[in-house]
């Protein structure tokens, strides 16, 4: 018996019950060990886990996501809402919400059910479920555990817990993922009846194909049909076709395969699955799976259709399935999921599961046909084989809890909207029933296009096509083996005309066509009470939503199948409603009084199947996720036991520790090393523009707020950016090297943002200008030394370059020779000490830093990090772009007039912006220095500050705390801040109140707090 | 993900390859300081925010580093032209109402 499993009384029971003898696609000489839930079974290659499970007769496989209901398999592919499996044997291989269905079982596979507290057999929760559906209905959550608010995030702990599927894991993925790009002329999605005959027709006219399966063999159905195609038993010739596309070469046949994107200009992404069907982790080597991004010129779409189940009371006890479903564990794995069927359908297709059944020799109970009067091929051959039919009558509900014990049917009126006659409880263990066909049209919509409902097929196929898009076979309603074929190739055709190649021999094979009598449109199976009194009918298995609860939903005033769908949460699933949602749109439309057409459908947006992570970022994982950038002396600053700062992609070195020193410690030892004697910077990082061309010095006029027109060779300015509203964005300093040739420096995070400013100018509103912009960042190195030493120690190291401080003075650069090296010495400072900023091609850099270090020893020289390097720029009150400033600051917010040219001919970026009524008006925030009270306490960097810390709320706040440090050389903090009016309220006192209730007292005063007249850099 | 023809290039590349820059064909004013206020702004901040065809500005920066103009369809997505900087479109929402596309 097959209800086996869950029974801890069942001592011993008989391995794979449930298998057939012979048949299906299954090697039965290679049986696989696996386990589920900590107990082992076994299976075949060739098996799928939900195969395999159902061949040793494991009934229940989770609990539902909201009544916690047992659950069985339900369906054989990617519609599967039940069979959602936690897989992996270690804890770093674990995946969430596999679908038992599409994983292919391996030796050693470990499975467990994602949900049920304390297991699935048992679950307390389900008591919940059990009192009553009235008590949990839509947006059950948010009306029970809205209140108090605040006492949410404690519900949702506990609502989590209970609820939820699979979790990720804790530990790293040992595993890789890739991806890879293609173009291909034409892509076919799915390799069943209809997409091998595309396919092959466009590979015979030579064009590059790309043809995607998700399942492990190209088919489809064909792998589970009983027809015949050209005399051969379809999946025989399925190779045939399979072995003539793998001799093209411009053929790419992907199998585990499934395309889950469709984006904009036929951009498709495949998620391949390379290894998850070998082992539980990949071989060595090998990446587990693979992204392909495909761009093709013609899409064709062959993705079949998914059956639809009737929606009945208590449709979810296990022993409830798709007909199909049924039809393909036997035909295809050899395993009959229950000894007893009933079969309900609304058409002739599902006969064929009862003789499938029937055939396997197991006893089919009845057939309950929703039609009153059924003719057909395939029904003949039912009442030959003997079995009862039962016409123009529903299983209208379902004995058993755990698993099917009846059927309950009744005779219904010929639309299906009423119960008509008294019942009859027919004994069996599997009820399989079918709806009819739902074209699989999720690809269709991912770009924005709605399906449309076609009475005639009794579904939504996909509405018209945005990109080159075609579609076959079952996908747009196109049903019947011969039909189907016959639209792959006319599908191909189309696009080997597009393409304008020439259109190949294709003959079509014959086939078989039963006679069959319509089907009947049925979304809702009534019961002899009204749908919100009568047992739990449900539409969506996966999230728990029932026709009642859809119901309910339209009565409460969601009108729009989109709110139907978000208050009830159908089609949420990790299936994304690919069973329930024609349902539950139908029951919406009734209840409303309209027709599915009027309701309109909601769409599906991509992915198809859940994509995993990993697949997703490919090798852009670990050290690889983000660039990295580092300077020539890369290597010195790690063997300094420099600790590093990000800045962009750069790492820069941030202090540099000796031993048993803290980071205060060391930055107050470099900091007064330069300020003593001599420190050494990197300052590579710093971006570098060189522009070239007789309008470069007009291009720097305009870019730049102050003027460039008198600037001589040899000589150093400093600039400031602003966007066209007035605002600073970047500053730096800008060297002329000759006439037309000039080297502009940005801040480090700024380079690629300036350079893209200066080609936007140039190119967008001055292309007159004849001037060019190379970025020579990565070009040079950049060694700075600082402090009252540093020309003592240039002086060692360069013969050519004259370092009198006459000739070679402030805002000076000179060419020649340092450390044997050719240079550019650039006299410019950002520590308001003596500095010279040596520019060496790049990989000479090491070697000059190296010999620097060498001369250096006798001054102490000392490399100094960022932290150092704010410090000292904040001694000197200089600003940081970006700390100092937020994209609301002028420069003279910044105090900074001095900056911005008054009698420039042309009007330059921001000048007119910083014109603007609200830049001129008095109380802006200006940038002024702090220096606290108790001169031992440093402000906190971001820190409000407020006129009386004792004003009642709101308190009118002046302005924030931009840059704070402790200076070692003054022996007190020093602080820059934005505050309202702050240059005309020198000696003000201000608070800053803090978080911990301190309240800090601080004097506004000048941000320049050492040598304010500028003495040191100019001996 | 868009497929955008690059002027400059002469090829499709892949959208990862441009930035999008916001409204085509917005002249800076020749005499900035005779603007008024009113006018300045609506030079800076206003842009036109169209159902349907709009002409964009686009900036192939892990290309050529060229800025180019498109004519594109908010809503289909669908890029109708890409045109050289100082270039005039050939396809606007009156054209295409008009039927000549």
């Known amino acids: 018996m097959s209800t086996v499993s869950s029974k801890k009384s069942a001592s011993r029971k008989v391995a794979q019950s449930n298998r057939l003898t012979r048949g299906g696609r299954i090697n039965r000489n290679k049986p696989l060990k696996f386990s589920y839930n900590g107990?082992?079974?076994?299976?075949?290659?060739?098996?799928?886990?939900?195969?395999?499970?159902?061949?040793?007769?494991?009934?229940?496989?989770?609990?539902?996501?909201?009544?916690?209901?047992?659950?069985?398999?339900?369906?054989?592919?990617?519609?599967?809402?039940?069979?959602?499996?936690?897989?992996?044997?270690?804890?770093?291989?674990?995946?969430?919400?596999?679908?038992?269905?599409?994983?292919?079982?391996?030796?050693?596979?470990?499975?467990?059910?994602?949900?049920?507290?304390?297991?699935?057999?048992?679950?307390?929760?389900?008591?919940?479920?059990?009192?009553?559906?009235?008590?949990?209905p839509p947006g059950f959550y948010y009306k029970t555990f809205m209140y108090p608010e605040s006492m949410w995030m404690t519900y949702e702990k506990y609502i989590r817990k209970a609820a939820g599927l699979g979790r990720a894991p804790a530990e790293w993925d040992p595993d890789t993922y890739d991806k890879m790009n293609h173009h291909c002329d034409v892509l076919v999605v799915g390799a069943g009846p209809a997409g091998l005959m595309a396919a092959l027709t466009a590979a015979r006219a030579g064009a590059r194909v790309i043809i995607a399966d998700e399942q492990q063999e190209f088919g489809g159905s064909l792998l589970h049909s009983a027809d015949t195609i050209g005399g051969l038993p379809a999946a025989e010739w399925v190779k045939g076709i399979v072995t003539e596309l793998q001799r093209y070469e411009d053929v790419l046949l992907l199998s585990r395969a499934t395309v889950n994107g469709y984006h904009d200009h036929n951009f498709l992404t495949i998620h391949e699955r390379r290894t998850d069907h070998l082992t539980d982790r990949a071989p060595l080597n090998m990446s587990r799976q693979r992204m392909h991004k495909v761009r093709a010129e013609w899409v064709i779409l062959a993705t079949g259709a998914h059956e639809r189940p009737l929606v009945y009371a208590n449709n979810d006890v296990p022993g409830n399935m798709l007909a199909s479903a049924v039809s393909t564990y036997i035909r295809r794995y050899g395993v009959v999921p229950g000894n007893k069927l009933v079969l309900m359908t609304t058409n002739d297709d599902a006969y064929q599961t009862a003789l499938d059944w029937k055939l396997a020799g197991r006893d089919v109970v009845a057939i309950v046909d929703t039609r009153a009067n059924p003719t057909g091929a395939l029904i003949e051959e039912a009442r030959k084989l003997g079995i009862r039919l039962i016409p123009g009558s529903a299983v209208i509900d379902v004995e058993g809890g755990k698993r099917v014990h009846g059927a309950v049917c009744c005779s219904i009126d010929a639309t299906g909207s009423k119960v008509t006659s008294g019942k009859e409880v027919l004994t069996c263990d599997t009820i399989a029933s079918s709806g009819g066909w739902s074209p699989v049209v999720h690809l269709s919509c991912h770009?924005?296009?709605?399906?449309?409902?076609?009475?005639?097929?009794?579904?939504?196929?996909?509405?018209?096509?945005?990109?080159?898009?075609?579609?076959?076979?079952?996908?747009?309603?196109?049903?019947?083996l011969g039909k189907v074929l016959e639209d792959g190739v006319n599908a191909a055709q189309q696009a080997v005309a597009a393409l304008k190649l020439n259109q190949p021999e294709v003959e079509l094979p014959s086939t078989f066509e039963p006679v069959k009598s319509p089907a009947m449109a049925l979304f809702y199976v009534p019961h002899v009470k009204p749908v919100s009194r009568a047992p739990k009918q449900f539409v969506d298995l996966q999230n728990d939503v029932t026709a009642g609860g859809i119901a309910l939903a339209t009565r409460e005033g969601f009108e729009s199948i989109e709110h139907v769908k978000r208050y009830t949460a159908m089609g949420f699933g990790t299936d994304q409603g690919k069973l329930g949602n024609i349902n539950g749109m139908a029951i919406a439309a009734m209840t409303m009084g309209k027709t599915i057409a009027e309701t309109g459908t909601t769409i599906f947006r991509p992915n198809y199947t859940p994509v995993t992570f990993g697949a997703v970022a490919g090798r852009d994982a670990g050290h690889l996720f983000d660039v990295k950038r580092?300077?020539?002396?890369?290597?010195?600053?790690?063997?300094?036991?420099?600790?590093?700062?990000?800045?962009?992609?750069?790492?820069?070195?941030?202090?540099?520790?000796?031993?048993?020193?803290?980071?205060?410690?060391?930055?107050?030892?470099?900091?007064k090393a330069v300020r003593d004697s001599v420190g050494i910077l990197d300052a590579s990082t710093l971006g570098k523009i060189d522009i070239q061309g007789p309008g470069a010095r007009e291009f720097l006029n305009r870019i730049y707020t102050n003027a460039w027109a008198k600037l001589d060779v040899g000589k150093c300015r400093y600039g400031l950016m602003c966007h066209e509203d007035g605002m600073v964005f970047d500053d730096g300093v800008t060297?002329?090297?000759?006439?037309?040739?000039?080297?502009?420096?940005?801040?480090?995070?700024g380079a690629a943002g300036v350079m893209e400013w200066l080609e936007l100018w140039h190119q967008t509103e001055w292309p007159e200008l004849e001037v060019y912009f190379t970025s020579v960042t990565d070009h040079w190195s950049t060694l700075t030394i600082s402090g009252p030493n540093s020309r003592k120690l240039l002086a060692e190291l360069t013969s050519d370059i004259d370092l009198d401080k006459d000739t070679f003075k402030f805002m000076d650069w000179r060419a020649g020779t340092v450390a044997g090296v050719p240079a550019r010495v650039f006299r410019i400072s950002f520590t308001g000490e003596l500095s010279y900023e040596i520019n060496v091609q790049a990989n000479y850099g090491l070697h000059v830093w190296e010999k620097l270090f060498e001369h250096g020893a006798k001054y102490n020289l000392t490399p100094y990090g960022t932290e150092t390097m704010h410090v000292l720029r904040a001694e000197k009150g200089f600003i940081i772009v970006g700390q100092d400033t937020d994209g609301s600051v002028t420069p003279f917010d910044l105090n900074m007039g001095w900056a911005v040219g008054k009698n420039k001919p042309f009007s330059f970026l921001g000048q007119r912006g910083m014109q603007r009524e609200d830049c001129v008006r008095?109380?802006?925030?200006?940038?002024?220095?702090?220096?606290?009270?108790?001169?031992?306490?440093?402000?906190?960097?971001?820190?409000?500050?407020?006129?009386?810390?004792?004003?009642?709320?709101?308190?009118?706040?002046?302005?924030?705390?931009?840059?704070?440090?402790?200076?070692?050389?003054?022996?007190?903090g020093v602080a820059m801040a934005l505050i309202k009016g702050g240059l005309s309220r020198m000696g003000d006192k201000v608070y800053a109140p803090l978080r911990d209730g301190r309240v800090i007292e601080a004097e506004i005063c000048s941000s320049v707090f050492l040598d304010p007249k500028g003495e040191r850099q100019n001996v | 993900?868009?497929?955008?023809?690059?002027?400059?290039?002469?090829?499709?590349?892949?959208?990862?390859?441009?930035?999008?820059?916001?409204?085509?064909?917005?002249?800076?004013?020749?005499?900035?300081?005779?603007?008024?206020?009113?006018?300045?702004?609506?030079?800076?901040?206003?842009?036109?925010?169209?159902?349907?065809?709009?002409?964009?500005?686009?900036?192939?920066?892990?290309?050529?580093?060229?800025?180019?103009?498109?004519?594109?369809?908010?809503?289909?997505?669908?890029?109708?032209?890409?045109?050289?900087?100082?270039?005039?479109?050939?396809?606007?929402?009156?054209?295409?109402?008009?039927g000549q596309s």
């Not at chain 2, 023809?5 to 300081?33: T, V």
């Not at chain 2, 800025?67 to 669908?78: A, I, K, L, Q, S």
């Open chain 1, 447 to 480: 770009t924005g296009s709605r399906p449309v409902w076609n009475d005639e097929i009794i579904g939504f196929v996909p509405g018209a096509a945005k990109e080159q898009r075609l579609c076959a076979g079952a996908v747009h309603g196109v049903y019947g």
């Open chain 1, 735 to 749: 060297s002329c090297l000759g006439d037309n040739h000039f080297l502009m420096t940005t801040t480090t995070g």
């Open chain 1, 39 to 136: 107990k082992t079974y076994e299976g075949f290659e060739g098996d799928t886990l939900a195969s395999a499970l159902l061949a040793n007769g494991v009934d229940i496989i989770g609990r539902s996501f909201k009544y916690s209901r047992p659950r069985g398999i339900f369906a054989a592919g990617a519609e599967e809402p039940n069979a959602i499996m936690q897989l992996g044997a270690t804890e770093a291989t674990q995946i969430p919400n596999v679908r038992a269905t599409q994983q292919e079982l391996f030796d050693g596979l470990v499975s467990n059910s994602v949900n049920g507290w304390p297991n699935a057999d048992t679950d307390l929760m389900s008591y919940i479920g059990k009192a009553g559906g009235k008590m949990m």
């Open chain 2, 1 to 98: 993900m868009l497929h955008i023809y690059c002027p400059y290039c002469g090829e499709n590349r892949d959208q990862d390859e441009f930035k999008a820059k916001g409204e085509a064909h917005i002249s800076r004013p020749l005499d900035p300081m005779g603007c008024t206020d009113q006018q300045w702004g609506d030079y800076m901040f206003f842009r036109k925010n169209p159902r349907g065809v709009h002409h964009e500005m686009w900036y192939h920066v892990a290309g050529c580093r060229k800025f180019f103009n498109m004519t594109r369809d908010t809503v289909t997505y669908r890029i109708y032209e890409t045109y050289k900087m100082g270039e005039q479109p050939s396809v606007t929402a009156e054209s295409l109402a008009g």
């Open chain 1, 922 to 972: 008095d109380n802006r925030k200006q940038l002024v220095g702090l220096k606290c009270s108790d001169s031992s306490v440093v402000l906190p960097e971001g820190a409000q500050l407020v006129d009386n810390p004792k004003h009642p709320v709101p308190v009118p706040m002046l302005g924030h705390v931009t840059s704070s440090y402790y200076s070692p050389n003054l022996g007190h």
């Open chain 1, 630 to 671: 580092f300077t020539a002396m890369h290597k010195w600053h790690v063997e300094q036991g420099a600790e590093f700062e990000d800045v962009g992609q750069w790492k820069r070195p941030w202090y540099y520790p000796k031993a048993g020193e803290s980071m205060h410690d060391a930055v107050n030892r470099e900091s």
